[in-house]
């Protein structure tokens, strides 16, 4: 038996976490779930396309398919995204949670995300591309485990993201009323935060990082419009496993949930990898709704 | 001199339904002032109009003369207006030290560490629990530090929805006992409680709210006494002369 679903379990899970990381701010924060947020990372791989296409190509860095065009047209995808993502807040969800009713935001999520799928298809059509077509080698790196630049690289990435991100929330002014707000917006207004802000910031994280997520989706595998879609329900999943609203709680979600679809395929089969988010997203709403990390409603 | 001015405050949770229908009340520098009125009289919506929490359709608020009426909720705070809500008054999934720290978010970065521990030398419970999760503290603690948090601004009026409900008589001899070391200190309180008695004990002046609007407004320490208090309180009388 090869351990290397471990591996590749781990890489699927980075991906999933980082992208859950937005799924769940976005529920504690703004009470709603977010259906277009796959889409953001779909918008995010193909923003950095474009942004690599304008520095003329990426070169190889060493070993790895991508070099330092690449790194730079993420970091301008993830502004890019966070910009759509702000626009589309203004323009549509922001005015439907005036009314009150999340309802009514999470089905207009529904069309936004549609919407946006659509929009990509038009620009970019349905074939897959790629950042780069070179085939990389991939190196034993012990107990019959496999690993190529490309998926370390991302690897590392994921922790410097997942470790800022955390040490945001945690540590930072911003981060502690994005806390606040979430346990209580009333008294959040009393004691000074400003929710415009908190809700700006909200948006900003979770769509960049989205980008992040969809980048290294589109690096490691490909870029299409219909990735983000793909990736929705283990997204929701993990944040749903880890517990609405905890950061930690989503990045390990999406390490169980890219673990367990990784060790579907190498011991169940290949075509059961997709049930396996629903069943852990069922197991966890019978057994423990609040999830791993989450409090229950008081 | 009055500090905060309310002139015919309307305002209610749902457009053309209002709670509070034309209050008028003022509070004068250093001088607690106590909001009674029965059940439904409007108490805690009228205060939660003047921190911006329930929407105004008609009236006025002035705080040191200067019109807050449209201020939003979070930028009262840095006029100078401190609320502590009755009920959920603290972040309870974090610790003492960051419900403090994110209620001095709105002070300079320099002063914010001075101010954090200048809250725990007037409040030294607090000060040994300051890494404890904020929901594991008692119902009295909480007051406190509800209490604490809206002092860390320096703000010049504090207004208090029912700070004894759910505490113990021993708990809430202690939050007003503070109450008035708070006031000793400069501070305006505007203080909405059920316990009349307690309230009226501390108290400087006395608002009797019925349906909406003043109906009595007189010296808190004989108010107690007064006939009209229970009148108001039963409904027998819905205006005094």
């Known amino acids: ?298 | 001199m009055s500090i905060l001015q309310v002139r015919e405050l309307v305002a209610g949770y749902e457009p053309g339904l209002s709670i509070v229908k034309g209050a008028s009340i003022y509070a004068a520098e250093a001088e607690i002032v106590v909001i009674l009125g029965p059940n439904g009289a409007g108490k805690s919506s009228l205060i939660k109009a003047i921190a911006g929490l329930v929407t105004i359709t008609g009236g006025q608020v002035l705080l040191d003369g200067v019109d807050i009426t449209k201020v939003p909720a979070h930028l009262k705070i840095r006029a100078g207006l401190a609320f502590v809500p009755q009920t959920d008054n603290i972040f309870p999934l974090m610790t003492v030290a960051e419900n403090l720290a994110v209620a001095a978010g709105i002070l300079p970065r320099a002063q914010t560490a001075a101010r954090i521990d200048e809250v725990f030398v007037s409040f030294p419970d607090l000060a040994r629990q300051r890494a404890l999760m904020a929901g594991s503290l008692s119902g009295g603690q909480r007051q406190m530090l509800a209490v604490a948090r809206a002092l860390i601004v320096r703000p010049r009026v504090l207004m208090l929805d029912e700070p004894s409900a759910g505490l113990s008589p021993k708990l809430v001899e202690q939050v007003f006992a503070q109450l008035c070391d708070i006031r000793q200190a400069g501070l305006t309180i505007v203080l909405v409680e059920q316990n009349a008695r307690a309230a009226l004990a501390i108290g400087d002046r006395a608002y009797v709210l019925v349906e909406g609007r003043e109906a009595h407004e007189g010296p808190a320490r004989t108010l107690w006494n007064d006939p009209i208090l229970a009148d108001l309180y039963l409904g027998q009388r819905r205006h005094a002369s």
């Open chain 1, 1 to 298: 038996m090869t351990l290397q679903f471990l591996l590749d379990g781990l890489i699927a899970g980075s991906m999933i976490g980082l992208g859950a990381i937005g799924v769940t701010l976005t529920y504690s924060i703004l009470r709603f779930s977010n259906f277009a947020h796959g889409d953001f990372m779909a918008w995010g791989a193909y923003a950095a396309l474009a942004v690599v296409g304008v520095l003329g190509g990426s070169t190889p860095m060493g070993p790895l398919s991508f070099g330092l065009p690449l790194l730079l047209a993420m970091v301008a995808a993830m502004g890019l995204t966070a910009l759509l993502a702000l626009a589309l807040d203004a323009l549509l969800f922001a005015r439907l949670r005036a009314r009150g009713q999340s309802i009514i935001v999470v089905m207009a999520s529904f069309g936004a995300s549609m919407a946006l799928r659509s929009l990509l298809e038009f620009l970019f059509t349905s074939q897959p591309t790629y950042f780069s077509r070179a085939i990389q080698m991939a190196q034993p790196v012990g107990f019959g485990m496999r690993i190529t630049a490309d998926q370390g690289a991302l690897l590392i990435l994921t922790l410097v993201l997942v470790t800022g991100m955390h040490l945001f929330v945690q540590r930072s002014r911003r981060g502690r009323e994005m806390r606040a707000y979430s346990q209580n917006p009333a008294l959040a207004q009393v004691v000074g935060i400003d929710v415009a802000a908190v809700v700006r910031a909200t948006w900003v994280i979770g769509a960049a990082l989205a980008c992040a997520s969809g980048v290294m989706v589109g690096v490691l595998v490909q870029i299409r419009p219909l990735m983000g879609l793909d990736l929705l329900l283990p997204i929701f999943a993990a944040a749903i496993l880890g517990g609405i609203g905890s950061v930690p709680g989503a990045v390990l979600g999406g390490l169980i949930i890219g673990l367990s679809e990784a060790a579907a395929v190498q011991f169940v089969g290949a075509e059961w990898r997709a049930a396996v988010a629903f069943v852990i997203l069922m197991a966890v709403l019978l057994v423990r709704p609040m999830g791993l990390f989450g409090v229950a409603e008081r």
